[in-house]
């Protein structure tokens, strides 16, 4: 039945088109012109789309729609338990908060704040927090910040009261909300919501496959995570956050996300490996975008190559950030670019409107571990599901597929098990009681035996144990001896220290009276030959006297 509906469906797709566009009509309303010109767009582009399809579809008559008429995954899914998961509606659009800070200061002439008084040195009109981004208009704020792809919910900026300053410093601003003597700037906090959402209407079933969803939406946070470092190291919270952002929009640019389209990209089976070189070319062109500026402290050519570590922190950082807001779009977007002839990961929207309709992608949850899986992945992942009890293969009792291994080594009843009296009898668990009571005798004579053996070692351990005394009090003996030879060595070697002691004391008494007698004989003769030079020096002075006065009476005379 599931052949020939998918024949069916094979042959009638390109001529229902026309019914498509007006049960789309009949479900949206009149409408204005624009809004028939987008349907009529729309029409065009799935009719070719649709040619290119039909040729690949055509090779395996056996390939399923994502939807069908007969409920049978339905009924499978509930006969195993899963249970419907309520729809995300907001599940293809992402919301985030641009905040900016609006820059005043105070005019002492004209009294007033304006942002014409601002000085070169201080931030521009409208800033981050820190000041180290900062732009003149509000226009070059919205055109940096909302990114490409994105656009206002909100019909203007919303406006906090304003807080006072004396000066634009890093820790200048405490919440002040009214002006002291000494403040002479203020700013205010600006904030406005932006939307990022990669469908352009909701005429056809948005739905993906939760699986595919997951596999590619960790592809993309990967691909953004090596982007963000690319960008560089930046310490500001708000650059990550501009920088995922112009990263996140230059990829839907490059994997040509942003038109919302449902249609098919490649029409190959293996629509992963596409997807994946898509996302390896647009590293390569980011890394020789930025990769220059690694020279001046700004990009790292290298990150693709980066640590593990360095990656998770990275990661981590742009998820507390709320930096991946975006990722899941685009992941979804992904999964219906990259669907494949093969892979229908996405729904084409054949049922339009009527987004219930038995649709294949309909998610559901796991009723043994929680996870959100697909109507028809709801067989494949029950089959492969950790948590749920799966039947024994020897026993039969329930257990978890993820303990099965521990249940049949350690709690299956009919484990193997030896005996423990050490008959050579491999028997179940369940059956030891029964061979315990039949093999009573054997067992006794096992025991019996076993205490024979255990006397005999016994007894060699007790003629180990004597031996062994008999060494320790050797080993005390001598101990002994030794103590005793070390006491009376200890006491030579204390006499002979008392001796050497008294020698070296006697010679140097001996030395010193030697030495002191030396020095008297020799003072003794120095005083002599002193004393004699002072008598030769008084005669000398006599005869130079009685000189004198000779001379002098001769003079007189």
Same mark, same amino acid.
């Given at each position: ?257 942003? @038109?919302?389209?449902?249609? $098919? #990209?490649?029409? &190959? !089976?293996? +629509?992963? %490996?596409?997807? *994946? =070189? ?12 930025? @990769?220059?500026?690694?020279? $001046? #402290?700004?990009? &790292? !050519?290298? +990150?693709? %190559?980066?640590? *593990? =570590? ?22 979804? !977007? ?30 559901? !949850? ?192």
């Amino acid at each position: 039945m599931r052949t020939n509906l998918s024949r069916s469906w094979q042959k009638e797709k390109h001529t229902t088109e026309v019914d498509v566009v007006q049960r789309t009509r009949n479900a949206m309303g009149s409408g204005d012109d624009d809004d028939d010109s987008r349907v009529d767009a729309r029409a065009e582009e799935q009719q070719t789309a649709g040619g290119a399809r039909r040729t690949a579809t055509e090779k395996d008559s056996d390939i399923q729609p994502p939807w069908e008429e007969e409920s049978e995954d339905e009924e499978e899914s509930a006969a195993l338990g899963f249970v419907l998961v309520p729809e995300d509606e907001g599940a293809d659009e992402a919301h985030r908060t641009v905040t900016v800070y609006e820059n005043e200061r105070y005019n002492a002439l004209s009294r007033q704040w304006s942002s014409g008084a601002l000085l070169p040195t201080d931030r521009r009109t409208f800033s981050n927090e820190s000041g180290k981004r900062s732009w003149r208009e509000l226009a070059d704020v919205e055109a940096e910040l909302a990114g490409v792809h994105w656009t206002w919910v909100e019909p203007s900026w919303k406006r906090e009261a304003y807080e006072y300053a004396g000066d634009f410093g890093k820790r200048a601003f405490s919440g002040r909300e009214t002006a002291g003597r000494f403040d002479f700037v203020r700013r205010r906090r600006i904030t406005r919501r932006a939307k990022l959402c990669l469908i352009p209407g909701l005429s056809r079933c948005p739905r993906v496959d939760p699986a595919a969803e997951d596999a590619v939406l960790a592809k993309v946070r990967e691909t953004l995570t090596t982007a963000s470092l690319l960008t560089g190291d930046d310490v500001e919270d708000d650059a990550f956050v501009a920088n995922a952002v112009e990263a996140l929009d230059d990829l839907l640019e490059f994997l040509h996300l942003s @038109g919302g389209g449902f249609g $098919f #990209g490649p029409t &190959d !089976a293996d +629509a992963g %490996t596409a997807f *994946t =070189a898509d996302l390896s070319r647009f590293l390569a062109a980011y890394t020789k975008k930025y @990769g220059r500026r690694g020279l $001046f #402290g700004g990009a &790292d !050519a290298s +990150a693709t %190559t980066s640590s *593990t =570590a360095r990656r998770t922190e990275r990661r981590d950082r742009l998820e507390r950030l709320g930096a991946f807001r975006g990722a899941r779009c685009a992941a979804r !977007a992904a999964v219906r670019r990259y669907d494949g002839s093969q892979g229908r990961g996405a729904c084409d929207g054949r049922h339009f409107l009527d987004r219930d309709a038995n649709c294949r992608l309909r998610s559901v !949850a796991c009723p043994n571990c929680g996870a959100r899986v697909s109507r028809r992945g709801a067989r494949e992942h029950d089959d492969s599901c950790d948590r749920k009890k799966v039947p024994c293969k020897a026993c039969g009792s329930p257990c978890e597929r993820r303990l099965t291994t521990i249940h049949r080594a350690r709690d299956c009843p009919k484990r193997t098990v030896r005996c423990p009296f050490g008959c050579a009898q491999n028997i179940t668990a369940d059956q030891l009681a029964a061979h315990h009571d039949a093999a009573t005798p054997g067992h006794s004579l096992l025991l019996l035996q076993r205490a024979n053996d255990a006397n005999e070692r016994l007894k060699e351990h007790d003629d180990r144990l004597v031996d062994l005394e008999k060494r320790i009090v050797q080993a005390i003996d001598f101990s002994r001896n030794a103590e005793a030879r070390l006491a009376e060595a200890a006491t030579s070697i204390a006499a002979v220290k008392a001796d050497l002691q008294a020698e070296i004391r006697a010679a140097a008494d001996s030395t010193a009276k030697a030495t002191t007698k030396q020095h008297k004989a020799d003072l003794a003769k120095h005083t002599t030959a002193i004393t004699a030079l002072q008598k030769a020096v008084r005669a000398l002075e006599r005869t130079v006297g009685s000189l004198n006065r000779g001379h002098d009476s001769q003079e007189s005379r």
